[in-house]
């Protein structure tokens, strides 16, 4: 890395240090003004900011523009829609006498790193900085070096919006993330895998920066054999092979009665062979979302090629196209826990199928692994449906759908251990950027 960009990282860092107590005073009139400006700027480059992740990872027009461009647009209008209310401070009394009170005010952290992934590049970068915005703190912002095109317009976005003691935005490579994660911020929201997020945590450790990790994990979905397997098939479907499975919350495996198992996968197939990830936009490019690049092609790969070794079947799907970096959306039965598609991750559109008599056996089997980010249940059984959430952890749960929970900014989105630290969305996001600072009131005499 060069020393001009050591010395420009360290240069706005102070900058925003010396912004704080200007932002620490600032109204919810005036954080709204800048969330307009930011949302206005998104707005002005909304067909840039397609054509760049189009460019870095192939994707279908219309899945860009409702997950990146709408969800972005979705998050930072809710936050100017409730600030008012979110900041108010809040009564909660006192416990110590009638004529004392208690006070729950809403501070912002200071200065914040934002560092993106590379699957939802644009959203998942952009959703937590209006959340940082809304809370009242100033942000320096990083996208993944995966994804190039995606920061060079995200850059045009932020430099139209903000001047850089309010935001700024750094490009390039691991370098720069280490020299940004050298600096004493005080909160860290870091988007992607679990490897990444123990050094970002090590990294706030140094500083005892309070951090927001979103990471992943596999996320189990169960289908109970009376459920009606045409719903169950059509929202997988859309969960797990749009974006090529790089979805964090995608349902990463499977668990259903072996004597239902092949009339769903052979329903799921006629779902996916129906084009509902057809693209309109380029009907003569491929449907299928790239792989990101040749090392996670590979590693996919050699999960697929170790669960056939095994013994793993291919229902449908199963090809892989090296020069285009494309996996055909795939699902496999005869899996067994040994194999190495069921020991990390997958993130890629192949769905591992196994087969359980009794409910408890799931229980046992999600417990004795990882805490996932998501877990999903399709069934109309209430008593086998408590029962799996009040004896699972996971870091959040959807009944009868897939995915969708992301998008409910009344509720909290995050992980558990491993799946991750801290939550956002809605005031849960405005929340995890401020400090809850209590504030005890005594009666005068």
């Not at 942000?139 to 309010?166: C, G, H, Q, Y």
């Not at 691991?174 to 050298?182: I, R």
């Not at 397997?229 to 668990?255: E, H, R, S, W």
């Amino acid at each position: 890395m060069e020393q001009q960009v050591k010395d420009d990282i360290q240069r706005v860092f102070q900058l925003q240090k010396k912004q704080q107590k200007a932002l620490r005073a600032s109204t919810a009139e005036q954080r709204r003004e800048k969330l307009q400006r930011f949302l206005d700027s998104v707005i002005a480059h909304e067909e840039e900011i397609i054509e760049a992740i189009r460019k870095d990872v192939r994707k279908p027009y219309h899945e860009v523009k409702k997950a990146e461009i709408e969800g972005t647009k979705k998050a930072i209008r809710d936050n100017m829609n409730n600030l008012e209310q979110w900041m108010a401070p809040k009564e909660v009394g006192s416990s110590l006498s009638p004529d004392a009170n208690g006070i729950l005010m809403y501070e912002p952290k200071g200065v914040t790193l934002i560092l993106g992934p590379w699957n939802y590049p644009f959203m998942l970068t952009m959703a937590p900085l209006a959340a940082s915005l809304a809370a009242g703190n100033s942000a320096i912002v990083k996208l993944s070096d995966f994804t190039m095109n995606t920061s060079n317009i995200a850059a045009k976005v932020i430099r139209d919006a903000f001047d850089e003691k309010e935001v700024a935005i750094f490009k390039g490579e691991v370098e720069v993330a280490t020299e940004l994660l050298d600096q004493p911020f005080d909160h860290i929201f870091f988007t992607g895998s679990t490897n990444v997020g123990k050094i970002v945590m090590t990294a706030a450790a140094k500083h005892l920066a309070s951090v927001t990790l979103e990471l992943g994990g596999k996320s189990p979905t169960i289908i109970d054999s009376e459920y009606d397997l045409m719903d169950a098939a059509k929202k997988i479907a859309v969960g797990k092979f749009v974006n090529a499975g790089q979805t964090c919350i995608a349902p990463d495996y499977l668990f259903i009665k072996k004597d239902v198992q092949d009339r769903f996968a052979g329903i799921l197939q006629t779902v996916v062979n129906a084009g509902f990830m057809e693209d309109d936009h380029n009907p003569d490019r491929s449907k299928f979302t790239q792989i990101v690049n040749d090392r996670n092609f590979n590693r996919v790969k050699d999960l697929f090629d170790d669960a056939i070794k095994k013994g793993a079947e291919v229902v449908f799907g199963g090809v892989f196209d090296a020069s285009d970096r494309t996996i055909s959306p795939t699902v496999l039965k005869n899996v067994t826990p040994d194999m190495k598609i069921m020991q990390e991750e997958i993130f890629a559109p192949i769905l591992p199928m196994m087969n359980y008599e009794d409910i408890d056996e799931v229980i046992d089997y999600v417990n004795d692994r990882d805490k996932p980010l998501a877990l999903y249940v399709f069934s109309q059984n209430q008593d086998l449906i408590d029962n799996v959430l009040q004896h699972t952890t996971s870091g959040n749960a959807a009944i009868n759908d897939v995915v969708v929970h992301f998008s409910d900014v009344n509720l909290p989105f995050g992980g558990v251990n491993t799946s991750g630290i801290g939550s956002y969305h809605g005031v849960y996001g405005f929340k995890e950027f401020s400090h809850e600072k209590g504030v005890f009131i005594q009666a005068s005499k």
